[in-house]
């Protein structure tokens, strides 16, 4: 059995970090994804759809990610359930997500503080936790030159 979700889209608003009893970092925020085709109207539709981080991404995603920006999110979908105050069975579908990127940096998606990683950051158990993080972190931006040509030779093009 598989359960495995992709998506790209922009933030609604910013993230929410909170923490359970035990202390554990949890962020909950709602991506807005495009869907591929146009409704009657010629208008574009979109869903949207909420999305919980844990642990350490959860904190990574609360400090970098802002209402706007154009994010990818890996994960799984899950389904859960409770009695609300009215007595009343709610159902409540979100994406769990255990790997976000970051499309696009603070400065190109408008609204965002200071600088953060620019690709990408990962959770999900043993060492895999800040990889990404700290590898993104070192580098300077490959996309620094703004679209500017880059000087290539023919000899360095695999084909």
Do not use: H
């Not at 979700?5 to 909170?18: H, Y």
Request: charged share 25%; glycine share 12%; with cysteine.
């Amino acid at each position: 059995m598989l359960n495995r979700v992709i998506l790209i889209g922009r933030l609604t608003k910013d993230p929410e970090l909170r923490y359970t009893p035990a202390g554990v970092a949890v962020t909950q925020f709602t991506l807005a994804v495009d869907r591929p085709f146009t409704s009657q109207g010629g208008e574009r539709e979109a869903d949207f759809i909420p999305v919980v981080t844990w642990r350490q991404l959860a904190e990574t995603c609360a400090n970098y990610l802002r209402k706007g920006r154009l994010t990818a999110v890996e994960g799984r979908i899950q389904v859960r359930n409770y009695e609300n105050n009215e007595g009343r069975r709610v159902y409540v579908t979100e994406v769990i997500a255990d790997n976000v990127r970051f499309l696009e940096s603070s400065r190109e998606g408008g609204s965002g503080g200071g600088q953060g990683p620019r690709e990408d950051s990962s959770s999900g158990g043993g060492n895999r936790g800040n990889n990404n993080y700290s590898r993104n972190n070192s580098n300077q931006d490959p996309f620094f030159d703004d679209g500017k040509p880059i000087d290539i030779s023919d000899d360095d093009l695999p084909f």
